[in-house]
């Protein structure tokens, strides 16, 4: 599986969103705002299950632009 980003309640003209993924070398994990880092999120899985379709896929440089618009 190749790697990738995706965020939930992503809203560009309002510059906010609720959460912040990736998806790296098999392994899930969660961007952190208040520590400033990714950790690890092995629950977020059921996307590929088709249980969550919800989210938006992004690419590193969104990902990188959307860090400072996740709400706390």
């Known amino acids: 599986m190749e790697d ?3 965020v939930y309640g992503y809203d560009k003209s ?4 609720r959460r ?3 998806f790296i070398g098999g392994e899930f994990e969660r961007y952190d ?3 400033e880092q990714w950790k690890p999120s092995p ?3 059921c996307i590929f299950i088709g249980e ?3 989210y938006d896929e992004v ?6 632009e959307i860090k400072n618009m ?3």
Request: with cysteine.
């Open 43 to 45: 629950e977020q899985c």
């Open 52 to 54: 969550d379709w919800e």
């Open 70 to 72: 996740l709400t706390i």
């Open 4 to 6: 990738f980003y995706f």
């Open 33 to 35: 705002r208040d520590s």
């Open 14 to 17: 309002k510059k906010k969103a």
């Open 59 to 64: 690419t590193v440089a969104e990902a990188e």
């Open 20 to 22: 912040l993924y990736r």
